[in-house]
């Protein structure tokens, strides 16, 4: 792989760990356990699993870092919510889970050029 493809790579990642980071900051701030984070299977990966109480939250967390397309929360498509639930009914297997009570959410944040968050926006129950 070409040199730039690599540091473009690592940039995109690098950004959406400060990303998650901040989601989980923000999560512990308003009650929320951290149970599991970047959680993978062969179908993708979960990129948060907390709990508020008795209820497991299934959290995507998407970035932006300008407008140019669209907002964070927009780039939520039906293709990602179909493979988020079907990576969720795989976690809930795996851990025994099956009979908790679920909810996914979205959290959109805004970054800066030095990927410091700039707003958050939490979309409760988004699909």
Request: proline letters at 0%; a neutral charge; aromatic letters at 8%.
């Amino acid at each position: 792989m070409a040199e730039g493809m690599t540091r473009e790579k690592d940039n995109r990642r690098d950004k959406g760990a400060a990303a998650e980071q901040a989601a989980c900051d923000y999560l512990v701030g308003q009650g929320y356990a951290i149970k599991d984070r970047n959680w993978r299977c062969r179908g993708g990966e979960l990129d948060i699993v907390a709990e508020l109480g008795r209820l497991l939250v299934i959290v995507e967390v998407r970035s932006r870092s300008g407008s140019r397309y669209g907002t964070a929360a927009e780039s939520v498509d039906y293709r990602k919510i179909r493979r988020v639930r079907g990576i969720a009914s795989t976690y809930l297997h795996y851990k025994q889970l099956e009979e908790r009570e679920l909810r996914f959410d979205v959290i959109a944040i805004e970054l800066d050029a030095a990927w410091n968050a700039v707003s958050l926006q939490h979309i409760e129950g988004a699909f």
